[in-house]
């Protein structure tokens, strides 16, 4: 795995909110592959690939991958066993 | 905590270009009055989306460069060779343009005085731009909290914002600032010539042991180099934060 294309999990927050409804960069989220939490801003991520992919920056599984197509985006949760949201 | 955390709807704001300020021969800070801005924190960053006549899209995401300023947005932009997004951004765009903008985003590399410091800024190339937001942040206020703040750029005309870090390391009181140059540095060049690594953090940068908020943005390799020297020198990671740039199609 090159450790020179990847960028942090902040560049999503933006696509995050549309999701989510609110800002998630600093939400922990949990690896279902090596169990590792990191906050979302923290996750590794690939952009130069047809989608957005999320990796765990322990193990390296693949979280998330989100692909834009117009106006829908896929959200594959892969293996992210949970994700933190505040609710009000 | 970044207050707009909690359930808001993301939306495209239509903002119009009311500035433009050449910060190099490959920069620019674009001004852009932004109609409902909620305010933002110093290290967040906006969603830029530009929509071709024939409906093509291409969206990137920029660091905000100064503290929240009623509904005025700065951000700082550097040309990526063969981008085509920052090409436009510095090349063609006017006052008077208008673009679509959404944000602010992120509230995990975020910084205002209430968190406190002292603070340990390391930015590589356009890497600075989040960090000099913290930084004007900081000076604005009036905050007594310790800044040192360390860029790496190729040359010495890539610095970005040098006049007035120059000023600000003079002037103001607690705040250092020192550049380093990778490739080329003119005879006399006062500051350092190599990569940061471990032994410039260990004379320039904060001690483990003052317990500094270390901020760290550039491209990955540098983040990489700089965050790991950082934690071998014995800094707790949850007090060495970092954003990885880059290469996004510019």
């Known amino acids: 795995m090159s450790t020179q294309s990847h960028v942090d999990g902040n560049v999503l927050g933006g696509m995050l909110i549309e999701m989510f409804g609110a800002e998630m960069t600093d939400r922990r989220g949990c690896c279902g592959e090596c169990g590792a939490m990191n906050t979302m801003g923290a996750m590794h991520v690939y952009v130069d690939a047809p989608g957005d992919v999320m990796r765990c920056p322990a193990c390296q599984a693949v979280l998330m991958v989100l692909t834009r197509i117009e106006s829908v985006v896929r959200v594959n949760m892969a293996h992210m066993a949970w994700i933190e949201v505040a609710v009000e | ?250």
């Open chain 2, 1 to 250: 905590m970044v207050g707009t955390a909690v359930s808001r709807r993301l939306t495209w704001i239509v903002a119009e270009v009311v500035g433009l300020i050449d910060e190099t021969a490959t920069a620019r800070s674009i001004v852009l009055h932004c109609p409902g801005w909620v305010g933002h924190v110093a290290g967040q960053h906006v969603d830029i989306r530009l929509t071709a006549e024939d409906g093509y899209q291409a969206q990137r995401s920029y660091s905000i460069a100064a503290p929240a300023d009623g509904e005025k947005v700065v951000i700082t932009v550097e040309l990526v060779d063969g981008g085509e997004v920052s090409p436009y951004l510095i090349e063609d765009l006017i006052v008077g343009d208008r673009i679509e903008v959404r944000g602010p985003i992120g509230g995990y590399f975020v910084w205002e005085p209430g968190r406190g410091g002292p603070l340990q800024l390391l930015g590589g190339g356009s890497g600075v731009v989040p960090l000099m937001a913290m930084l004007r942040a900081r000076v604005e206020v009036g905050s007594d909290i310790s800044v040192r703040y360390l860029s790496s750029a190729r040359s010495p005309d890539r610095i970005l914002y040098r006049a007035e870090l120059e000023r600000l390391g003079r002037e103001a009181r607690d705040v250092d600032v020192l550049h380093t140059l990778t490739r080329e540095h003119p005879d006399g060049w006062p500051g350092l010539t190599r990569r940061v690594d471990a032994e410039m953090l260990e004379d320039h940068a904060f001690g483990a042991g003052e317990e500094p908020l270390c901020f760290v943005c550039g491209p990955t390799p540098f983040v990489e180099a700089v965050a790991t020297a950082l934690v071998a020198l014995g800094h707790r990671p949850d007090r060495v934060k970092t954003e990885r740039f880059g290469p996004t199609g510019g």
